[in-house]
T-cell receptor, first 116, second 120 residues
Framework: DSGVTQTPKHLITATGQRVTLRCSPRSGDLSVYWYQQSLDQGLQFLIQYYNGEERAKGNILERFSAQQFPDLHSELNLSSLELGDSALYFC???????????????FGPGTRLTVL | AQTVTQSQPEMSVQEAETVTLSCTYDTSESDYYLFWYKQPPSRQMILVIRQEAYKQQNATENRFSVNFQKAAKSFSLKISDSQLGDAAMYFCAYRRSPMNYGGSQGNLIFGKGTKLSVKP
């Protein structure tokens, strides 16, 4: 158990719908990362938040958005869903590591999204 | 932009034997970190081993070791005494040094993965 929790574990929805994925980082971790794992694109970085602020963006579609709340949990919002959005969505967290020392990213169990 | 390439989509090894998974990467930076992650059928991402580019010594974790060739930008994973539980997808990943990332901890850049099968 990495200490990172994600809900729900599975989500089945229809095209055009909107869903919200939730992530709770490990206690004390300020950074949250979202990754998408799909058959055709592999594992891709979507977005990073650090202590409530957006830190970096990767290959995140405009239909997707995220935020990190004061209690440090994060939500990934996916709207106008398409069949191609079906994937496993991972959240990972790490401590601040502002000293420059490498710190590990701990992954949650993922949310499996199926768009029908 | 940094890229990671795993040229072996699938590999197979006999139980108790040794197998090496290949990974190459492309970067213009001199300081960075490299990782191997294991993803079993449960889909959980598990860190296997990591290497800091400024360290010349190859990392080792029990039966897992790496061959880090910085000039060649190569980072292979060797699994010794393979066990049935080693069967999984293995992902090579790159991460920028905080020194090149504004002092913060950056995201991981993954290869496409290698599916390892272990035969009893």
């Amino acid at each position: 158990d990495s200490g990172v929790t994600q809900t729900p574990k599975h989500l089945i929805t229809a095209t055009g719908q909107r869903v919200t994925l939730r992530c709770s980082p490990r206690s004390g971790d300020l950074s949250v990362y979202w990754y998408q794992q799909s058959l055709d694109q592999g594992l891709q970085f979507l977005i990073q938040y650090y202590n409530g602020e957006e830190r970096a963006k990767g290959n995140i579609l405009e239909r997707f958005s995220a935020q990190q709340f004061p209690d440090l949990h994060s939500e990934l919002n996916l709207s106008s869903l398409e069949l191609g959005d079906s994937a496993l969505y991972f959240c990972a967290s790490s401590v601040a590591g502002t000293s420059g020392r490498l710190v590990e990213q701990f992954f949650g169990p993922g949310t499996r999204l199926t768009v029908l | 932009a940094q890229t990671v390439t795993q040229s072996q989509p699938e590999m197979s090894v006999q139980e108790a034997e040794t197998v090496t998974l290949s990974c190459t990467y492309d970067t213009s930076e001199s300081d960075y970190y490299l990782f191997w992650y294991k993803q079993p059928p449960s889909r959980q991402m598990i860190l296997v081993i990591r290497q800091e580019a400024y360290k010349q010594q190859n990392a080792t974790e029990n039966r897992f070791s790496v061959n880090f060739q910085k000039a060649a930008k190569s980072f292979s994973l060797k699994i010794s005494d393979s066990q049935l539980g080693d069967a999984a997808m293995y992902f090579c990943a790159y991460r920028r040094s905080p020194m090149n990332y504004g002092g913060s901890q950056g995201n991981l850049i993954f290869g496409k993965g290698t599916k390892l099968s272990v035969k009893p």
